[in-house]
């Protein structure tokens, strides 16, 4: 069975310090889909990355990186410089490689950022 | 704006009761995914339709129903309600032939039972 473990389950940092949400996986497919999403006080779920289990690059998208280690079955998730903006509940999912966006969501970590 | 739709935003209602959360997915999507986020459960795949037919079944209750049609619009069913039906509803679509894209959530319904 898959699982998603997201063990911090509420982080406080001051405004401009990085933080790094950490997220573990369990799966038996050899192929498997990572995701990434926000859920801010308004309650939307944004869609932030998605990363496949062959591809093992880094990614950096502004503020945001991500660390995808296989041999860890983790995918981590850093913010520089956090904001205000910042302050959301962050979700690490995994998708069945054949049913699609059937998602297995982590429990979340509800990031406050203090100005 | 994800460009998915739902219906209502709030719903309160009484135990026992029967209600209909309704969801548009994005211009030329195909499949349909409804989740259920509740304090004790997180957020759980509920169901999935594609094109109309069920593709695939989560930790959806026999009490819950859902469908999907001609106009790929989608409805769930929820009936004989208890206290710990109250959750936020999600609806999420994504595009045809695209195995594991990200899906594309609306903003939920956000269901009370009293």
């Known amino acids: 069975a898959q699982k998603v473990t997201q063990a911090q389950t509420e982080i406080s940092v001051v405004e401009k310090e990085d933080v790094t949400l950490d997220c573990v996986y369990e799966?038996?497919?050899?192929?498997?889909?990572l995701f990434w999403y926000k859920q801010p006080p308004s309650g939307e779920l944004v869609f932030l990355i998605r990363r496949n289990s062959f591809d093992e690059q880094n990614e950096i998208s502004g503020r945001y990186s991500w660390n995808f280690q296989k041999s860890t079955s983790s995918f981590n998730f850093t913010i520089t410089a956090s904001q205000v903006v910042d302050s959301a509940v962050y979700f690490c999912a995994l998708s069945d490689p054949f049913y699609g966006q059937n998602f297995v969501f982590g429990p979340g970590t509800r990031l406050s950022v203090l100005p | 704006d994800s460009g998915v739709t739902q219906t209502p935003k709030h719903l309160i209602t009484a135990t026992g009761q029967r209600v209909t959360l309704r969801c548009s997915p994005r211009s030329g999507d195909l499949s349909v995914y409804w989740y259920q986020q509740s304090l004790d459960q997180g957020l759980q795949f509920l169901i999935h339709?594609?094109?109309?037919?069920?593709?695939a079944k989560g930790n959806i209750l026999e009490r819950f129903s859902a469908q999907q049609f001609p106009d790929l619009h989608s409805e769930l069913n929820l009936s004989s309600l208890e206290l710990g039906d109250s959750a936020l509803y999600f609806c999420?679509?994504?595009?045809?032939?695209?195995?594991?894209?990200?899906?594309?959530f609306g903003q939920g319904t956000r269901l009370t039972v009293v």
């Open positions: 999420a679509s994504s595009p045809p032939g695209q195995l594991n894209t990200e899906a594309f």
């Open positions: 339709y594609y094109n109309g037919e069920e593709r």
């Open positions: 799966t038996r497919d050899t192929t498997y889909y």
